[in-house]
């Protein structure tokens, strides 16, 4: 579709379906394996794949909505790879969908990472039990700091907070943090501390001032009782912040809710302008 950026050294198989506003760096590779490849590779709006990033697929592979994966990357769908939205991927991280792989929202995986969803060493015949293919479940705003390992057949609890050079072996909980070899519970680190909806709608209040003030001449803020409004002056567009918890169902404007942290997606440039200057550590919503 149009709208994407494709460095002319990178290979993308002709069956991938790519959604619009996608960047992909120099020799990325993008294949698909076998018969019956129509349908099988989709990739959605936002995404940027960087330089030298191999990604074959011989199951599938689903990516949603403003995901980031960065340089030397290897991923492997031997079945199943599913990611979400707002993802990061650190550079030269692997991962392995050979029992399947499920990635939710906003997780965060730091450079030279690996998740497994399989063993595989001796021989079989020979009597070697190191062989199987296990589904692992990262669940949403999962983070691993850098140089994690995750074993092949575990569920990583919402939140949960991996340390760095940590080696993740079995369950975690959410909300928690680890760290080690095996990673262990860290009671008293807490990574997470509760805001309220009034704060989260000043601190999206001065955030959003935060990025007028960078753009004094394209854009003007206003400020109403449950709502912030960005005006584009220039384009006549409009982005909504709402704290209100009235379900917005026109698609045709751009609406962020902070009451269930989804927007109604666009695709105008202000929508991807304020949500690229908010989306990285400031916050994240899901598309709808």
Request: with cysteine.
């Amino acid at each position: 579709m149009k709208n994407n950026q494709i460095d002319p050294s990178s290979s993308i198989h002709p069956d991938v379906v790519l959604g619009t506003f996608n960047k992909i760096g120099k020799n990325v590779v993008i294949d698909i394996i076998g018969n019956s490849t129509v349908g099988r590779v989709s990739l959605g709006d936002n995404n940027i794949i960087n330089d030298n990033t191999r990604i074959i697929v011989s199951g599938h592979l689903n990516i949603g909505d403003w995901n980031v994966f960065h340089n030397n990357m290897l991923v492997l769908a031997d079945d199943f790879i599913k990611v979400g939205h707002n993802c990061w991927f650190g550079q030269n991280t692997i991962l392995d969908g050979a029992g399947g792989l499920e990635i939710g929202n906003g997780v965060r995986v730091g450079m030279y990472s690996q998740i497994w969803t399989h063993v595989a060493s001796g021989e079989q015949i020979e009597g070697c039990t190191f062989f199987s293919k296990r589904k692992t479940v990262i669940n949403d705003d999962v983070w691993l700091v850098g140089s994690c390992y995750v074993s092949s057949g575990l569920n990583l609890g919402k939140r949960t907070t991996v340390l760095i050079n940590s080696v993740v072996t079995k369950d975690t909980l959410e909300n928690k943090c680890y760290a080690g070899n095996p990673a262990k519970l860290l009671d008293k680190v807490q990574v997470y501390q509760p805001k309220t909806l009034e704060q989260k709608f000043s601190m999206i209040e001065n955030w959003l001032k935060d990025f007028v003030s960078l753009n004094n001449d394209t854009y003007k803020i206003e400020t109403l009782i449950d709502d912030i409004i960005i005006y584009n002056i220039e384009k006549n567009e409009k982005v909504i912040f709402t704290k209100s918890e009235k379900q917005i169902t026109d698609n045709s404007t751009s609406v962020f809710s902070l009451f269930y942290k989804t927007f109604n997606k666009t695709n105008l440039f202000t929508e991807r302008e304020v949500y690229k200057y908010l989306y990285n550590n400031k916050a994240r919503f899901i598309p709808k």
